[in-house]
Every structure is written in C-alpha cells, then in structure tokens.
C-alpha cells in the first residue's frame, strides 16, 4: 500500500493560520487534525468561557476533517487539553451533544500549564475511515 498524503492547510469553515501548520493531513484512510483552538475564520484568537473556546474549537476540527474528505463519525480519537480541569464537567457535557453515545471516539483529557494565545482549550484526534 502507498501512502498518499493529502496537506490540509486550508479550507470553507477553516480559520486562516499564521502559523505554518496544516490544519490535517491525510494518510491513506486516516486523518490527523491539528490542535484546534478556539479560533475565528480570520485568525484571530477568541477569548472566552471554557465552553465556548471548546465550540470553535470543536467546529474548527469538524471543519478539518471534512475539508479532509472525513465525516464526524469517522472520528475515533480526541485529545482535549485544558488549562482548568475544574472545566471538565461543561465539556463532558458538550462532549455527550456533539457524539451521540454509539458513535463516542476514545478520548484522552489532561491540564496543562499553558496553552497558545492563553486558551482554555485545544483539541487535537484523529478520524479513520472504513476500507471498502
């Protein structure tokens, strides 16, 4: 099997990086995402409470991966750093909105000291698709 890879540096509903990153890349049937903060389609950072960092960010990662060719249902990772775990219970929560309990990818979560631009959150998975 050759490994095609497919860059994602951008894309409708991306925000524009300053940063040289790709948002995704694409290697055969998986797609790593970047993480994702919450940011605006401008670039720009947006502050904000936990939970709604956590929804542009969440909305910027669905957009990578369908700029990837991907569908949230091929999700199966999600990293989710915080820099307040005390956050924890209102992310769990959108958590459960956005993956409806048979389709929930595996998850990891940890707190850390710093995050870019001071952030609460950043979000980073993974999304495989099935071979025909």
């Not at 990578?64 to 992310?91: C, H, M, R």
């Amino acid at each position: 099997m050759s490994n095609k890879k497919k860059y994602i540096l951008e894309g409708e509903g991306l925000p524009k990086w300053s940063n040289p990153i790709s948002h995704a890349v694409v290697v055969n049937n998986m797609c790593f995402v970047s993480g994702q903060l919450s940011v605006n389609s401008d670039g720009k950072f947006v502050s904000g409470t936990a939970i709604k960092e956590a929804q542009l960010a969440f909305s910027n990662f669905f957009a990578a991966i369908k700029n990837a060719g991907f569908e949230k249902e091929d999700i199966v990772f999600i990293d989710i750093a915080f820099n307040d775990l005390n956050d924890l219970p209102e992310i769990n929560q959108l958590f459960v909105e956005l993956f409806p309990e048979s389709k929930r990818p595996a998850r990891t979560i940890y707190q850390a000291e710093a995050l870019p631009f001071s952030g609460k959150i950043k979000i980073t998975g993974t999304a495989v698709k099935d071979l025909d």
